[in-house]
């Protein structure tokens, strides 16, 4: 499975930018996706995940996205989304999504995932 990440660009503090996950290949290998953030000089962070699966159904966000990010999926398109409304200059990043069988993996910091190519989010004015 390969995961395509896309949508980034500058935007204005204040501002809004929807980022799209497109998956690829055999998809039924990923019950979740999850969106994950690297700051110049920071380390990479969970920012917020999904999971697909009927037995497990969850979202999460990392607090420091609480009420300003939200995560979606299309199943017919094989798309997850997150809609980052009031952007700040902290939210500068490179946005990578990679997916697993279970959210929990995702959720734990020492789990092992794939990373593709990131998308690149600058906030500034």
């Known amino acids: 499975v390969q995961l395509q990440a896309s949508g980034g660009g500058l935007v204005q503090p204040g501002g809004s930018l929807r980022l799209s996950c497109v998956a690829s290949?055999?998809?039924?290998?990923?019950?979740?996706i999850g969106w994950f953030r690297q700051a110049p000089q920071k380390e990479r962070e969970r920012v917020s995940c999904?999971?697909?699966?009927?037995?497990?159904?969850?979202?999460s966000y990392a607090d420091s996205v609480k009420g300003r990010f939200t995560i979606s999926r299309d199943n017919a398109k094989n798309t997850v989304y997150l809609q980052m409304n009031m952007l700040k200059p902290e939210d500068t990043a490179v946005y990578y999504c990679?997916?697993?069988?279970?959210?929990?993996?995702?959720?734990?910091?020492?789990?092992?995932?794939?990373w593709g190519k990131g998308t690149l989010v600058t906030v500034s004015s």
């Open positions: 290949g055999f998809t039924k290998d990923y019950n979740a």
């Open positions: 999904i999971s697909i699966s009927s037995s497990d159904p969850r979202i």
């Open positions: 990679t997916g697993s069988g279970w959210i929990g993996t995702l959720e734990d910091p020492s789990a092992k995932l794939n």
